[in-house]
């Protein structure tokens, strides 16, 4: 597995997914409040070292329960706060966190695989190439959004099932910094 040949340097944006990525992922629920967010195993380790790399770090997550009335934007939002502050307080960043608040199919959706998120990014961060971006995600949305825009795709394996093969599969976003740190000339 070598990611040699993508030339990653500080000039690159790594995208990550939320759920199954940074936290441990409720399957068949949702993360509603700080209290429920757990950082996966070594996973703010991973984005201090990533935050070396890359010159941002984004996070896009889907995040319906907003639409079902399960959550609200403000506790995704104190969610998104706790998060960035611990890794900020690990040396890390985290520099800018979008969520799509619709349900599927919405009319005007933001969810992955649409580009609208990424497109908000690049809004907000002009220097964004997509061509020059890591997608890491846990589920073939993830995937599909990183494809659709040009980017290079990392698949966390989890229990999702896999529909879409990504261009490289780790265990843990640790794993991937790991790759990172060994075959990145920095």
């Known amino acids: 597995m070598s990611i040699n040949h993508w030339n990653i340097d500080q000039t690159w944006t790594l995208f990550l997914d939320r759920d199954g990525v940074i936290n441990v992922r409720k399957f068949g629920g949702y993360i509603t409040k700080v209290s429920e967010f757990e950082f996966l195993s070594n996973a703010k380790?991973?984005?201090?070292?990533l935050?070396?790399?890359?010159q941002l770090t984004i996070v896009v997550t889907n995040q319906q329960g907003i639409a079902k009335g399960i959550m609200t934007d403000r506790?995704?939002?104190?969610i998104?706060?706790?998060m960035c502050d611990q890794i900020q307080q690990a040396g890390g960043k985290i520099d800018k966190c979008y969520f799509a608040p619709n349900r599927k199919g919405a009319e005007n959706d933001m969810r992955k695989p649409t580009p609208v998120m990424a497109e908000l990014a690049?809004?907000?961060y002009p220097q964004i190439?997509?061509?020059?971006?890591?997608?890491?995600?846990?589920?073939?949305?993830d995937i599909e959004f990183g494809r659709n825009l040009?980017?290079?795709t990392v698949r966390i394996k989890t229990e999702e099932?896999?529909?879409?093969?990504?261009?490289l599969t780790v265990s843990s976003l640790s794993e991937f910094a790991n790759l990172i740190e060994r075959e990145t000339n920095h």
Do not use: Q, W
Request: hydrophobic content about 40%; charged content about 25%.
């Open 122 to 124: 690049k809004m907000h």
């Open 80 to 82: 998104h706060t706790y």
């Open 51 to 54: 935050s070396n790399f890359f």
């Open 45 to 49: 380790e991973a984005i201090v070292s």
């Open 75 to 78: 506790n995704v939002l104190e």
């Open 150 to 152: 040009g980017m290079k």
């Open 161 to 167: 099932p896999i529909g879409l093969e990504a261009d």
């Open 129 to 141: 190439n997509f061509k020059r971006c890591v997608m890491v995600g846990d589920t073939d949305t």
